[in-house]
């Protein structure tokens, strides 16, 4: 009996022991993964871009060939529903809220449980839409699946866009040296007022965001 039941304690032991071994695998796999995915996607990125929940501390810009644009320019981009957006959306309001995120900022995806909120009070206003842009979505295949997964888990009450990082809007994008960040536009598709840098969930960033909305309205209806 007592050899049956040591024999039974090893056996356990040896489970146990394979159990902890797979998961320690998973886990080191996983690591792995996300440096991966967050390695390609800095590639598609300015130099010197930064990922930051800091609000407070004002980002050094390094220098870029040309002016920062006052405009996205022209651009499509598709949701998570597969349905198209261009910059001919923004006619339909006069206020439209853009946060600016990629798959590989950490930051970025840690607000979005609260970006639910932010946008549902923000569209309250028939006259404000509310959108997040995924710079490097369309990047490959593989940023596409992060792009896809990343927007199932947080389910998103708003249009979550993905884009190509080319063209008229390249231009923009090659001036925004942290993530997340916050631009509004209006009706005419001009950025008004200043980036709103980090996360948006802070009094204080809401509130920096609440005042270029009202620029955004004013510049809209002139």
Known sequence: MKNKSKMILTLMMAASLAACGQKDAKEEAKTKEDVKQEAISKEDLPEGAKITNDTTTPIEEPQVEGEKPNTLG??????????????????????????????????????????????????????????????DAEYDQST???????????????????????????????????????????????????????????EDQLAKLKENIKLAKEASNK
């Not at 950490?106 to 946008?119: G, H, T």
């Open 144 to 202: 596409m699946d992060a792009f896809k997964r990343i927007i199932g888990e947080n389910k998103p009450t708003y249009q979550a866009l993905g884009v190509k990082n080319e063209g008229e809007i390249k231009k923009y994008l090659d001036h925004v040296f942290a993530y997340p960040t916050t631009i509004v536009v209006d009706k005419n598709g001009n950025i008004v007022g200043e980036d709103v840098v980090g996360a948006i969930t802070s």
């Open 74 to 135: 022209k651009f499509e981009a598709k949701d998570q529903d597969g349905k198209k957006f261009t910059n001919e959306d923004f006619k339909n309001y006069d206020a439209t809220v853009i946060n600016l995120w990629f798959t590989g900022c950490s930051a970025c995806i840690q607000e979005m449980p609260e970006l639910n909120k932010v946008a549902d009070d923000f569209k309250k206003d028939d006259k404000v839409n509310f959108v997040t842009l995924c710079t």
